[in-house]
């Protein structure tokens, strides 16, 4: 069964640099796009970057971040730079089909735990 389990989170002064790692098995992984999401309590989860595995469709809402892929350990990562207090949130990956347009839920039928981010002023 599909399963993407993300790392990485943690604490960070504003300013500082977080790497996210969202690993995926591979029936989900492979020829699939993964995107990355943020939450904060009460509010709607946020696309903020998305990568096609098997090449391309990679998209960030903001150019402080970076998204990549290592497809040797069925990896993506989500870097974040000059990270502020409003980056705080949980963040998620997900695995789905259309790797194009917005990136919004509804687009993502496999979800991973979430891994905490929390950016101190």
């Known amino acids: 069964q599909g399963q993407l389990v993300e790392s990485g989170g943690g604490s960070v002064q504003a300013g500082g640099s977080l790497r996210l790692s969202c690993a995926g098995s591979?029936?989900?992984?492979?020829?699939?796009?993964i995107g990355w999401f943020r939450q904060t309590p009460g509010n709607e989860r946020e696309g903020v970057a998305r990568?096609?595995?098997?090449?391309g469709g990679d998209y960030v809402t903001d150019d402080r971040f970076t998204i990549s892929q290592d497809n040797n350990k069925n990896t993506v990562y989500l870097r974040m730079n000059s990270l502020k207090p409003e980056d705080t949130a949980m963040y998620y990956c997900?695995?789905?089909?259309?790797?194009?347009?917005?990136?919004?839920?509804?687009?993502?039928?496999?979800w991973g735990q979430g891994t905490q981010v929390t950016v101190s002023s």
């Open positions: 591979p029936d989900i992984y492979s020829d699939h796009c």
């Open positions: 997900a695995a789905g089909r259309d790797c194009w347009g917005d990136i919004t839920t509804t687009k993502f039928s496999h």
């Open positions: 990568i096609y595995t098997g090449g």
